[in-house]
Each structure stands twice: as structure tokens, then as C-alpha cells.
């Protein structure tokens, strides 16, 4: 057994033990304004619910350990004391990690990362479409838990309204837990799919992935690709350029022979194999080589 005193390591190593032992963690995906107006998506998987009359739940945006400055999302909760806490399925696990990047201030993850706004029925930040559920959440209290990197600060949230859809119910009319197909987060890069087991999300890039908004048209509207696929492809800082494209396929058969039989389905199902595998250059080398 080993005895440790938090007080005798660094906040990151103490930040992985306890982000690795306290597993699995609900994530709340939410959804704030500034008093601009300016609209902030982002995850947070220091979370859960905590009461339900009144229904309480709790998120907290730790101060950043590596510069202690503060999250947009904390910033806006005290401006507008109004959230939306988004519920994340599996199928839209891949871009909400992109929401994750730390892009500038005024940047709507909504965009960067590919979600579909719809307006709330009482507070001012929207909903994410594509969540199974979305709580409306005026917030009660801000606790701020320290002034240094690594300190939480408590946002306090009252639901004032919820939203389902339909397709996660079961024929009583309650939430089935394989329709609703929740993930969790673990420690690292790792997560939790609550009806099939543990699988890795690489983290976002440190440096700014370039987003679904700026996928070309007919990849981002693709019949074959997911959304889990489009945001693997958002988080790609640079699109590779023509000389590595044409070296790529030219070194391949297939891939030549693929491209000129000229179906987009097949390509796009080849990218989309790429991606299973965790190749996204290769992904994108094919899907940019289509004519």
C-alpha cells in the first residue's frame, strides 16, 4: 500500500491520481453566454446531481493548473448566471472533446465543433441539439474552492427545465440506459461507454485544431460520415498539402483504383475506416485526393 500526503507531490501528479481513481465521472457538456451574448460550449467531468426537489446539480471549473487563469465558462456563470447542462452520447463523444480546445474567448464551440443550436424556453444559453437531454439551469451560487492552479470553483445549478427526446425512452416512458448510450471520463485519454466498456479519446491538440466549421462542404455533409468522424477530422491543426497527398495515393493500389472508380461513398468509407484505426491524415489524404 502506498500512503500518500497530497500535500508532498505537484497539483498535476495529485490531479492524475485523483482524476484516475475517481472513475467513472458524468460529464456535463454546458452551454453558456457572456453579457454579450457570446455563446461558450464546453465539457467538464467535475460534475453530477445532487438533489433532485430541487433539482441540484453541480459542476466545477477548475482553475488551470498550468497558469491559474480561469475558464470562459466560469467567467460566464458569473456574468449570466444561467447554464445548460448537455447530456453526451456516444455518438457525439469525439466532437465534444473537440469543444474541449482552448480556442479564443468569443470562439463558439457550437461551430468549431459542429452542434446544432436550439434556443432555450427560459435561460439565455442554447441547447446542443444532439444531446439526449438538455437541463435549463439558472445558477444559484459560485463557490470558489482556492485561488490557485488546480482550485475548483462550484457552480451551483437549479433546473428549471428538461428536455428528451423521445428515441432514449423505453415504452414506460423512462430513460433507457442502452438508448441514451452515455460516456464518462476516466483518468488520461481514456472513457467509459456505460453499455460496452472502457475506449480512448486522444486529447485535443494543445494547438488549435482547425474545426468542423472549416471542413469543406461536401466532406461536412457527407452521407457516410459521423459525427464522431467530423470531429476527429476538426482536430487537425494544418490539412495536409498537395505533394503529400499525391504521394500518399500514389504509393497505393487501392487507393488509386478507388479514386478512379469515383464513388464518394466508397471513399468516404475509406476515410472513415482510416479513422477507426486513429489514422486522420490518411483520412483526410484520401478525402482531399476526391475530384
Known amino acids: 500500500m502506498i500512503s500518500i500526503d497530497p500535500q508532498q507531490i505537484s497539483t498535476p501528479k495529485l490531479h492524475g491520481y485523483l482524476l484516475g481513481a475517481v472513475t467513472p465521472r458524468p460529464i456535463c457538456f454546458a452551454s453558456t453566454v457572456d453579457r454579450e451574448g457570446n455563446v461558450n460550449l464546453s ?5 453530477n446531481v445532487f438533489s433532485a426537489n430541487p433539482p441540484i ?3 466545477s471549473p477548475a482553475r488551470r493548473g498550468r497558469d491559474n487563469t480561469t475558464k470562459h465558462s466560469y467567467e460566464n456563470v458569473l456574468e449570466v448566471k444561467e447554464v445548460v447542462i448537455n447530456i453526451v452520447s456516444f455518438d457525439m463523444v469525439q466532437q465534444m472533446s473537440l469543444s474541449s480546445t482552448e480556442y479564443p474567448k468569443g470562439t463558439n464551440e457550437f461551430v468549431k465543433a459542429g452542434f446544432t443550436e436550439i434556443a432555450s424556453d427560459i435561460v439565455k444559453p442554447p441547447r446542443v441539439k444532439e444531446a439526449p437531454v438538455q437541463f435549463e439551469c439558472k445558477v444559484n451560487e459560485v463557490i470558489a474552492l482556492g485561488k490557485e492552479g488546480g482550485a475548483g470553483n462550484l457552480v451551483i445549478c437549479e433546473v428549471v427545465k428538461l428536455h428528451m ?3 432514449i425512452l423505453d415504452e414506460n416512458g423512462h430513460i433507457d440506459p442502452e438508448k441514451i448510450d452515455t460516456v464518462a471520463r476516466m483518468g488520461g485519454n481514456w472513457y467509459s461507454r456505460a453499455k460496452s466498456g472502457m475506449f480512448q ?5 494543445t494547438t488549435l485544431g482547425i474545426g468542423v466549421d472549416a471542413i469543406p462542404e461536401n466532406i461536412r455533409k457527407s452521407t457516410v460520415l459521423t459525427g464522431n468522424d467530423l470531429g476527429m477530422l476538426g482536430n487537425i491543426e494544418v490539412l495536409p498539402g498537395k505533394e503529400s497527398i499525391d504521394r500518399f ?3 497505393s493500389e487501392e487507393l488509386k483504383a478507388l479514386l478512379q472508380r469515383g464513388s464518394s461513398e466508397a471513399i468516404h468509407r475509406k476515410a472513415q475506416q482510416f479513422l477507426c484505426d486513429g489514422k486522420i491524415s490518411e483520412a483526410w489524404k484520401i478525402l482531399l485526393a476526391e475530384k
Open 165 to 167: 427526446h423521445e428515441r
Open 43 to 47: 465539457p467538464f467531468s467535475f460534475f
Open 249 to 251: 495515393i500514389s504509393a
Open 201 to 205: 479519446v486522444p486529447k485535443p491538440l
Open 57 to 59: 446539480m453541480i459542476f
